[in-house]
């Protein structure tokens, strides 16, 4: 399961639970509903610390893998793929040729 989703779940979870803490005492449904979402928002901001971080870093990873695809992808549409490939590629020859030249 991901972390975001996790962390999703346990959101909702703890703003639910909250609620039905609050179900119990006799105020308006409006004024239940605004303090179970500001304690649960309270209460996961310590509670829920773990996966929020996991969230973050797998956000974090997904970012940095869509960047490096992106410059790859930018670097092949632009010619410099194949560029540093032929250098590579001349780069051999001139090896081998000098390996040649070094057996009499």
């Known amino acids: 399961m991901s972390a975001a989703l ?11 639970a909250v609620l039905a803490a609050l179900w119990l005492v006799d105020v308006d449904i409006f004024l239940k509903l605004i ?3 500001a304690f649960s928002a309270a209460l996961s901001f310590f509670l829920l610390r773990g996966w929020r971080d996991e969230m ?3 956000m ?3 970012t940095a893998r869509r960047k490096a695809e992106k ?5 092949a549409l632009a010619g410099e793929d194949q560029q540093s490939g032929d250098d ?3 780069g ?7 390996g040649e030249r070094r057996q009499p």
């Open 88 to 90: 590579q590629q001349s």
């Open 92 to 98: 051999e020859d001139e090896q081998s040729d000098e």
């Open 35 to 37: 303090l179970a979402l």
């Open 6 to 16: 996790k962390y999703t779940l346990g959101r909702i979870g703890l703003f639910v």
């Open 60 to 62: 974090a990873e997904a």
């Open 71 to 75: 410059e790859r992808l930018r670097a």
């Open 56 to 58: 973050a870093h797998e």
